[in-house]
Structure formats: structure tokens, C-alpha cells
């Protein structure tokens, strides 16, 4: 899923669970005059209003989770969803590896990478489409004959 299908995703189940953004509403003061001098304000606040998501909202949306989630980790904080996961960063030390072309020997320096562990929920989500899988053994991918 692309970030294009993630967004019509989104705003589709906001639309289905009939969740809306509130709308502010401006006051009006009606300024009354009569012929005879008298004057009266009356002030009209409307109710309350609200919408439905657009797609754009939701872009911006999830285009400001992810501004978040890249600051905390530019920051070294890690980023906690319950249920989805932990992102963070790890650690991983320098080290000696073999070139995969030439074969020689060379060093990889340290450094930081990044580093997901998933969540419960993520993980009953996976376990759900494999015995959905398993219930339809046809479409069931093959394994590779490398192992």
C-alpha cells in the first residue's frame, strides 16, 4: 500500500465511523435602528457545525504523524503506539565483513539505525491473515527452493 491508498483509507474509515472535524462558526450582530432613534443589537451564534474529512485532511493528517515520529527520532526519543509498535533507534557497533563482490575484508564504521519492534495487536493482525491463508491452501506462497 502506497501513501496515496494509505490516505483514501484513512479518510474512508473516518467517513464510515462518522467522525467530523468542527466547523467555527462567526457570531453575527444585527445593528436595529427605528425611525424614532431607538437602537438594538442582536447577537446570532448558529449552532455548532461540522464536516466530514476530506482526503486532504487526512494527508495532512498523516503527513504530521510522520513529521513527529521523524523529529523524536532525529531527537533519539523512541515513539511508543500501543497495540502498533515501538520506533526507535538502535545502536549497532562497528564491525570487520567480507565485500559481497570482491571478498575482501573491510570495516564497517558504528552507527545508528532504525529499529521497530512490533506490537500485539500488529502481531494478532499477521497471525489472523496467516489462518486466512491456511483456510484457503491454493493460494498459499510457495516456499523458495534456496533454503
Known sequence: ????????KV??????NDLRKPV??????????DDEGNTADFNIRQQEKSVLYTTED??????????????AIRKGEEVNIKG????????????RTKEPNSGEWC????????????????????KLYEVSLAEQPEQLPEPDGDL
Do not use: Q, W
Open 84 to 95: 502498533f509498535g515501538c520506533l526507535g533507534l538502535h545502536y549497532r557497533a562497528a564491525r
Open 24 to 33: 467555527s462558526v462567526r457570531k453575527h450582530t444585527f445593528h436595529i435602528t
Open 107 to 126: 570495516e564497517v564504521e558504528a552507527r545508528y539505525v532504525p529499529k521497530f519492534a512490533y506490537g500485539n495487536d500488529l502481531r494478532l493482525a499477521a
Open 1 to 8: 500500500m502506497n501513501k496515496k491508498e494509505l490516505i483514501s
Open 11 to 16: 479518510t474512508e474509515t473516518l467517513r464510515e
Open 58 to 71: 487526512a494527508a495532512n493528517i498523516i503527513d504530521a504523524c510522520l513529521a513527529v515520529i521523524l523529529d
